[in-house]
């Protein structure tokens, strides 16, 4: 009987609460406080702050409604408000209300104020996580740990050298007083986006329970100036009754997948992903995916496509807060064969990626195969940050924080970018928001765009004759080359410093000019691989802050990848079963091989050593590369830099013509050939 009571008072308060204005002195404390929960019941902050702040005002020693009114305010992004009210409940009793001071650090981190901030997380860690149960104990660890690193990396960034990249809100075209978001590049001059188009939070209305929607817009780009609330085209139809969220089209151009669901009046969301498909000149209606994919019970949304090994597949990532993650909303995958035209089982993205917290809205750059997404799991300035990260499926690099400006201390929640990659669209809500009745309650789009952005640039030649090569790269000659062609491949790899393994982010193949582009971020391991039929393939490992910064702040590099054959060096004799080498040797060193690599002080060569196939073939691999030693020992002691020689021994692997005559018969010539020291041409050295 009396819980029944208990909810005819919440409703009967709800109704009140949300269909009329009723004057707060004239209502009594108890009015106050059932008013306040109908509207929590209902997700409504708003209201509900409006009523706990009059009983607050007349109860002030009433610290459970302190602390619950100071969590109304965290919520809506009012820290200013909530941050008062934490001290109060944790200089009262810090046991009591054990997160207060934990939340006071974060409402002071929301300032910039780190230093302090990290000091309150500290003394959360140090004073009364111990006190908590043992079951909260470890989430609680990590949070705070997550906490000081964030402080850490804020105050260090704040302090570092970083791209300048420029962050401008749109007008009010786009941007309404509520919330915009899931912005997504239709073309040079149309921008898609969601938006509930109205100005101002949105009341529950407890009669009808009808809740406004997200719908598909899009906005024009007319002299540097867009222009949003026009009608979105196909395929970005809006669901009756649905709110849309995010949208990304597979790599040919012939799906496009999106999310759609609904919230209801207690705050519970749902959602599920569609596809509409392109045929016949016609986009079709949205179908929504499996039930393996859609539960009934868990969210499926945001889907970002991305593609991996096997060309035939479409791997499409979505947020879902399905068990077996690693959190509350992780990133999933599924993978849809476009053979047999069916969806895979999804899979959790991997510990790399999700953590305890939330992660949400993926986005995909097939070109690089970064993943940009956000999180409030990893450590950051505040609230959610975006972060990328490189590789596909369940193999990632350890995530990124983009850094400032395009993270802030409030949330930052959606990243997406133009097809030259240095410009695109976030969606925070940093800004303070004059036409509601808190500063940072709604999502807005804003527009960056990278200043001087880093690029490797490669101008290759191949050798293409027999001829010996001295004459090619020591003399002013006309040199006997062409640049690549067109079926050659250039890689840009970047490291996973955690296994030490190079992800491909990139291939390209040459333009008319011989020239490949890739674009690259600071401070970061890549390797170049060059690649072309009938020619040894090469790489070059390097480091994007040694490559040489000209006035244009480019990073150039230029190599030499590629060489059809090795070049004998034959007057390099040695002694049976020995690697030292003979005084005639050393001469036609100084002579020949010295001279180039002085005379082209950029140069990396490859000394390989070879033997015939008499004898033990393990034996033959360590002599031949004993002998590559001695080549390469005696051309660093005249001065020339080690960084420049690789020794190589391949024993008998590599033999030039067969020892054995067509008669079965032992061939000394041939054996003579085959035992010989080799360099060639592997990539010029980076002037640091």
């Keep these: 009987m009396k819980k029944l009571i208990i909810l005819t008072v919440i409703f009967l308060s709800a109704e009140i609460c949300f269909s009329q204005g009723d004057s707060l002195n004239e209502l009594k404390d108890w009015q106050l406080k059932g008013y306040a929960q109908s509207a929590e019941l209902y997700s409504d902050q708003i209201t509900a702050i409006k009523y706990y702040s009059e009983y607050y005002k007349r109860n002030k020693n009433d610290y459970d409604i302190a602390y619950k009114l100071a969590d109304l305010y965290f919520k809506i992004k009012d820290y200013q408000k909530a941050k008062p009210l934490y001290y109060i409940t944790y200089k009262k009793n810090k046991y009591k209300y054990p997160k207060s001071i934990f939340k006071y650090g974060q409402t002071l981190k929301a300032e910039e104020n780190f230093d302090s901030a990290a000091v309150c997380f500290q003394i959360y860690r140090d004073e009364i996580i111990y006190k908590l149960k043992k079951t909260e104990q470890n989430k609680e660890l990590f949070l705070v740990e997550k906490e000081l690193k964030g402080c850490e990396n804020a105050v260090f960034s704040s302090k570092s050298d970083t791209e300048k990249i420029t962050v401008k809100k749109l007008n009010q075209s786009v941007n309404t007083s509520y919330k915009e978001s899931s912005p997504i590049i239709w073309n040079d001059t149309t921008l898609i986006y969601t938006s509930y188009m109205i100005d101002s939070v949105p009341v529950i209305n407890i009669n009808t329970r009808n809740l406004p929607n997200e719908k598909y817009y899009s906005a024009k780009l007319t002299e540097n100036y867009w222009q949003g609330g026009f009608s979105a085209p196909k395929p970005f139809v809006n669901l009756k009754n649905l709110s849309m969220s995010g949208g990304s089209f597979s790599d040919d151009r012939k799906r496009f997948y999106f999310a759609a669901g ?53 791997v499409i990532y979505f947020v879902s807060d399905r068990p077996g993650g690693y959190g509350g909303t992780d990133i999933w995958y599924t993978v849809y064969d476009k053979i047999t035209k069916k969806y895979k089982d999804p899979v959790n993205a991997g510990s ?47 995530p990124q924080n983009m850094g400032k400006p395009v993270n802030s201390s409030f949330d930052d929640i959606w990243f997406t970018q133009s097809k030259n990659n240095d410009a695109g669209f976030i969606v925070s809500n940093r800004y303070r928001n004059t036409n509601t009745q808190t500063e940072h309650c709604c999502y807005d789009i804003f527009k960056y765009g990278v200043v001087n952005k880093k690029i490797i640039e490669i101008s290759d030649t191949v050798f293409e004759t027999d001829e010996q090569i001295y004459h090619e790269l020591s003399e002013n000659k006309k040199k006997k080359t062409k640049q690549i062609s067109a079926n050659t491949i250039v890689k840009l790899h970047i490291k996973n410093n955690d296994n030490g393994e190079y992800i491909c982010l990139a291939a390209d193949t040459t333009d008319n000019n011989g020239r490949f582009h890739f674009k690259i971020d600071k401070n970061q391991d890549y390797k170049l691989t060059i690649e072309k039929e009938n020619f040894t393939p090469t790489s070059l490992i390097l480091n994007s802050d040694n490559l040489i910064h000209n006035k244009s702040d480019f990073k150039s590099l230029t190599i030499i990848p590629l060489q059809k054959k090795p070049v004998t060096l034959n007057n390099i004799y040695f002694e049976f079963n020995k690697w030292d080498l003979s005084e005639s040797s050393k001469l036609y060193l100084d002579t020949f091989l010295y001279k180039i690599m002085t005379e082209n002080k950029d140069i990396v060569i490859e000394i390989s050593a070879h033997t015939d196939g008499i004898g033990d073939s393990v034996y033959n ?67 640091r």
Excluded at 269 to 293: A, D, H, M
Excluded at 379 to 391: A, E, H, L, P, V
Excluded at 668 to 682: C, D, G, L, S
């Design 262 to 314: 609904s919230k209801d009046i207690y705050g519970r969301v749902y959602s599920s992903l569609y596809v509409s498909t392109f045929k016949n000149g016609k986009w079709s209606k949205p179908k929504k995916l499996n039930g393996k994919i859609n539960s009934k019970k868990y969210i499926s949304t945001q889907p970002a496509v991305g593609k991996c090994y096997n060309p035939d597949f479409d």
């Design 352 to 398: 790399y990626i999700n953590t305890p917290g939330n992660e949400i809205t993926p986005n995909v750059n097939n070109e690089t195969k970064t993943l940009y997404f956000s999180s409030d799991g990893h450590s950051g300035y505040g609230g959610y940050d975006i972060y990328k990260t490189f590789g596909e499926l369940v193999n990632w690099i350890p």
């Design 621 to 687: 691999l360590v002599l031949s590369k004993k002998r590559a030693e001695s080549v390469v020992k005696y051309l660093t002691q005249k001065g020339i830099s080690k960084n420049r020689l690789i020794a190589k021994g391949y024993g008998e692997e590599k033999p030039l013509v067969s020892e054995i005559t067509e008669n079965g018969e032992d061939n000394p010539e041939a054996r003579a050939k085959n035992r010989r020291i080799e360099f060639r041409v592997v990539g010029l050295v980076i002037n």
